[in-house]
Structures are given as C-alpha cells and as structure tokens.
C-alpha cells in the first residue's frame, strides 16, 4: 500500500467458530452442515443484526464480525451463546453445535470490505482459547464492558497468542447460565443466596511498615473463617474477596460479581505493641453503610479483637443467630501470639506460593504451640506437593513425616474443619485410606460447610475414589464460594478429570482448557486436557498439550500417570493412562 492513505479505525472484533468441526463433519457431514446453517439463520445473524454487528467475512465453520461498541459485541456473544444452550438442551453431548468466541477491542486497517491487524489477530487467537459455549475476552474489551454485562468473566491471566509479541491478559465466561435480580434495576452475575452473604474485602496495612502486610492481610482472612463458621451465613473465600486488593471498585459492582448483599472493608493498624482495627459494613445493592467502628486493644488481645469486628458483623446482618454458633465461631487454632504470627507468615509465603518459605514458617508454628493443627495441616499439605504435582514419589522417611503431620493434624483438629480437609486431602492421596479419610471430609462439611478449601479436598478426594459425579457437585461448590479465586485452575482441572470418568470429553477438554494458564502452566492441567482430548479425537491438540507437558517435565512418564491423577477405580485409571500412550508418552 505504498502511497496510499491506509484507513484505519477503533473497532471491537468479534471471532467465531464451531468446537469440534471436524469430528461434528466426519461423524455426520450433512446433518452437521444442517445444523450449522439452522443456527445461523435462527440465532446467529439475529444477534448480529440485534445488535448492530457487520459481518465481514465466513469460513467453513466460523466468521469475523465487527461492531462499534465493544459492549454490543459482548451482548451478541451472550445471546448467541444463551441461544445455543437453549437450542442444545436435551441433545446428546457428542452431536451439539457449540461455538467458541473471541472478542478484541483495538486498531483495525480497513481494505475494502475486508479487516486486518492486530485487532482481528488477537479475537481470533482469543477464540482459540475459549471453551465451547465460551466467550473470551482479551484485557481492554474486560474493561470496557465491566458493569454492563450480567454476566461475570474469570481472569485467566496472561496468555502466549500465537504471532502476538507481548502476553496478553484474557478473560473467560460461560454465558449460557441464567441469572436473577437481586434490586430493581440491577441484574447480578450471581444469584444471591437464600441466607445473608457477605464479602470480607482485604483489610489495608495502616502501620506504616509495607512488612505488616501480612498481619493485615491475616486479620481478614481470620475474620472471613470466623464468619465462614456460621452455617447460617454465605460467605466468600478468601482468595475471591483479595482479588480487590489495591484496587478502587465500587462496592455495587463487587456485590454483584461476587453474588452478595453485604460487603465488610477495614484497616489494622500495628504499632508499639497496640493494635487498631477499623471496619464498615455496607449494603452492596444500596451502597449504604450499616456500621462503622473502631477496635482498639493491645497486641495480646488481637483475638478478642477479631472477635468483636465479627460479632458486630452478624447482630447487624443476622441477629437472631443461636449463641452455640457464636461460642464456635470463637474457637482459635492457637492463644500464643508468636505462633500465630508466624502462621500468618506461612498463609502469605503460600499464598505467593513461595513453598518452601512457607513451610519453614509453619514448623516454626507448631515448635512454639505442639497442638497447633492448621500448621501441621498446611506443613503436610506443602511437603506433599513435589509428589502430587510431578508423579515422583517421596523418600520413604519424608512420606512418614507428612503422614505423621497429617495425622498430628487431624487428631488435634477434630474440631477444625480446614485441618481435617487438607490432612484428609494428604492422607487420602499418600495412605489411600479410602473410608477413613472419606469420614474426615465430610465431618469438615458438617463443621462448616461455607468453606472453599473443605470442598476443593472433597472434590479431589472423590476423584481418588473414582466417584466423578460427586467430584463435580464438590466443585461446584467451591464456584459459588469462590468466584473469582485466581487460582481456583484446580476446580477446573478436577472437573476435567471427573468429566473424562463420565465420559464428557468435549466438557473436559473446556475445563481443562479454563485450567491451562501459560503464566503458571501444569502438568495437572495439561495431562487432563490430554486425557480427554484424546477420546474426544482431537489428537493433534492433544500431542501439542503433551509436548507443553514434556517442556515442563522432561522426565514424565507413564509410570507418573497413576501417581497425578490417582483413582481406585482401576477401570478408569487404564483409560488414562492409555490415552497417555495413544500420543506417544513413554513408558
């Protein structure tokens, strides 16, 4: 184009095509080309139109569609999607037409009728990652239309597209999920559920001191687990509520991705041996604050403290609450300070997932208070990770200690429903105690059952044990709880384990997918994309996820299979490992 004046303009791009097209055409070519030419003319183009979209060009199973609003490109993504799960309901998994979507806001050159830069680059490699029935959204397009759809998109962090020279963040949503009203006006990602709920957003470090971050950051979490104990309440984990840390959100919009009414924020302030911790409970929906208070006290009284900020929480959202529930709610792990303090140390190392940091933290927990069972949990939990992420199995006087720790754990934690799930999680998966383990989970659920981590171990620990359909119930448990946890990969990948057991390849290949992150791949999430890929006939995918694997693990063998992805199903267990053969593991 030398000499000429390229034109160019802002435009969202929206990228589409079928998940699965090929097999859909080997399997049955007229009935698929029927189907594909059906849901056009009854869902597609409509939206398209509804929604003021131009479609540029078609392929054989997909089309290039500009739009002039980036939010109207989303609305037509949602409908279509909706469209298509409504059009798919009652079908047989392995003959739908379901559509992947990418959508990109940004430059475009226009020749023509046609489009080309980077803008069209990146929905279409966007698309590539979506799951089927998915949309994926590329970071700037997030961002222009947050608030304004109802439905809320997961951040999958930064992703490697292919001929794109930077990372790019994207985000991922199934839309075909009805939602409801919560007030007049306001349509909610969630539903809000049928008791009070409420987010404890992470408290700000008024010290001082950036090192008191973590002592901050653990009166939150403290507070969350304290309200968790209330069966009578809904509350949301951790990792989602931190999801906002350092961030200005408006409390309405965080209602309403998170699906609650209530909001709690706060400040600690710890200096000179005094503590200060400030709180206001807000009305998500109304944006009006309920309270505000300030608790001051010395750093001894740190848990008493707690105690009162969560006591002030529930007589204002639930105040005919038994007094049985709140003497629970009481409990602590530990009443030494110093043990404490380095309890929280370890919970900030891990969650930077700096392991070994953690670890030492942990011991140094339970050297200063024996009976302190959350530590020796989450030293057992840590210890036990070389094996279950890369197959290899621990020295034998290591796989002793973690035994021993996780058994230290769950008798001294009979009461603690996040002891009993990590130690039942790690002894299930070293001692394959099966019953036992099985008895110890479900009294964590019984103990409190608004605990994300108590239901990711119930998931894993009915993978183990070769019940995938209770696997899935458990995970989408921890969804609800933990909505936008940045690290929930490990509900997705136990979902795509489970699915492959049920034989719902297509769904397991999307889970895995929404698990496959480049910024921290694993061999969890590649193997469980592989192990369904596979069967679902998409081998040239599933030997290039194989070589990620290889990349990653050089010495991964056959032989690890078993180890990662354990089941006493021995049925299921040959299936796996045979897809593993299928595209060229060695033994």
Known sequence: MTG??????????????????????GRDEERTLADLKSSRKSVVDPAIGAHGGRIVKTTGDGMLVEFASVVNAARCAIQVQRGMTARNAGLPQDIRLEFRIGIHVGDIIIDEDDIFGDGVNIAARL??????????????????????????????GPQD????AEPMRAWLAQPG????????????TLTLPDKPSIAVLPFQNMSGDPEQEYFADGMAEDIITALSRFKSLFVIARNSSFTYKGKVVDVKQIGRELGVRYVLEGSVRRVAGKVRITGQLIE???NSHLWAERFDGDLQDVFELQDQVTASVVTSIAPKIEQAEIEYAKRKPTDRLDSYDFFLRGMASYYRMSFAEACVSFKEAFARDLDYAAAYAMTAFLMMIPQSMQGAPLPVETRLEVIRYAQLASRLGKEDAFSLARAAHVLTFLTREYEHTNDMIERAVALNPNLAVVWINRGWISVMRGEPERAIESFAHVLRLNPLDPLRRGVWYGNACAQHALGQFDDGCASATMAIQDNFPDTFSLGAFIM????AGRLEEAREALG????????????????????????????????????GLPE
């Open 177 to 188: 999920l009805p939602s409801t009203e919560s007030a007049p006006g306001i349509t909610p």
């Open 532 to 535: 369904n890929a596979v069967p």
């Open 4 to 25: 000429e004046q390229v034109e160019r303009r802002l435009a969202a791009v929206l990228a589409a095509d079928v998940a699965g097209y090929s097999r859909l055409m």
């Open 161 to 164: 597209l292919k001929n794109i």
């Open 284 to 286: 998500a929906a109304t």
């Open 548 to 583: 990620r694997l290889l990349k990653l693990r050089p010495n991964f063998r056959i032989s690890h299979v078993r180890e990662i992805f354990h089941t006493r199903d021995e049925e299921w267990a040959t299936r796996i490992a045979a897809a593993f053969r299928e595209v």
């Open 127 to 156: 698309q590539g990652i979506a799951e089927p029935g998915g949309v994926c959204l590329s970071e700037d397009a997030q961002r222009q239309i947050r608030g304004k759809v109802d439905i809320v998109f997961h951040d999958i």
